[in-house]
Nanobody, 128 residues
Framework: QVQLVESGGGLVQAGGSLRLSCAAS????????MGWYREVPGKQRELVAF???????NYADSVKGRFTISRDNAKNSVYLEMNSVKPEDTATYYC??????????????????????WGQGTLVTVSS
C-alpha cells in the first residue's frame, strides 16, 4: 500500500519561512510526478508547486519567487521551501504523487495501472 507522509506545517509569522516535507512509502510505486497543492475552506484546491512527469516544474503565480520545490528521487520525497510567507498562504497543504502501480500490470495493454496518491495534509498558518 502506498502512503504519503507530510510534515513541517505549523504557525509562522508573516515574512518568515517554513519547510514542508513529503515522503512516499511503498516499493511497488514508480513515481513520475510529485508536488504540492493547498486548500482553504470554501475554496477549490489549487496547485502550489509541482514536478511534472517530463521533469519540468510548475508554480502558482502567487508563490513564484517565494516558494521552491525540490525532490530527492532516491528517497521518493519532495520538499517545499516557503519563504516570505504571507497571511494568504494560510491553508492545508497536500502532497500528491502520480505514477505506476508496479503490482498491477495489464498484459493486454502492456501498461501498469495509473496511481494517484494524496497525503493527509499539513496545516500552515501565517499570522500577520
Amino acid at each position: 500500500q502506498v502512503q504519503l507522509v507530510e510534515s513541517g506545517g505549523g504557525l509562522v509569522q508573516a515574512g518568515g519561512s517554513l519547510r514542508l516535507s513529503c515522503a512516499a512509502s511503498g516499493s511497488d510505486f514508480s513515481i513520475n510526478a510529485m508536488g504540492w497543492y493547498r486548500e482553504v475552506p470554501g475554496k477549490q484546491r489549487e496547485l502550489v508547486a509541482f514536478f511534472s512527469g517530463g521533469g519540468s516544474t510548475n508554480y502558482a503565480d502567487s508563490v513564484k519567487g517565494r516558494f521552491t520545490i525540490s525532490r530527492d528521487n532516491a528517497k521518493n520525497s519532495v520538499y517545499l521551501e516557503m519563504n516570505s510567507v504571507k497571511p494568504e498562504d494560510t491553508a492545508t497543504y497536500y502532497c500528491v504523487a502520480r505514477g505506476d502501480d508496479l503490482s498491477d500490470y495489464d498484459e493486454a495493454t502492456g501498461t501498469y495501472r495509473y496511481l494517484e496518491v494524496w497525503g493527509q495534509g499539513t496545516l500552515v498558518t501565517v499570522s500577520s
